[in-house]
């Protein structure tokens, strides 16, 4: 079992989560990395298949990147959001 939490204050957001890699009782890793930085204002807590995650947040700094460059300007933290919905309902 995953557990991640996220507390959003006026100054910004803590992102928090354990380090187990486990299915059931059975313990596959001890430390495992399960918060992502898309840049350095932005951050994702991931839960379930660290494969699926994993490439979940490569997809997204690409994408964020390749928008950011034919805008001009940043991605923002909403957009983000949005942009790994996306994804997400798209089926990856």
């Not at 803590?14 to 840049?39: E, P, T, Y």
Request: overall charge positive; hydrophobic content about 45%.
């Amino acid at each position: 079992m995953t557990t991640t939490v996220g507390i959003r204050s006026k100054d910004g957001v803590v992102l928090a989560a354990d380090k187990r890699a486990s299915k059931g009782f059975f313990v596959g890793s001890k430390v495992v990395q399960k918060i992502f930085s898309l840049d350095g204002a932005t951050a994702v807590a991931i839960a379930g298949a660290m494969s699926d995650a994993e490439y979940l947040v490569n997809l997204a700094k690409a994408e964020r990147r390749l928008l950011a460059l034919r805008r001009g300007y940043p991605v923002s933290v909403k957009e983000s959001a949005k942009l790994i919905s996306n994804i997400v309902y798209s089926s990856m």
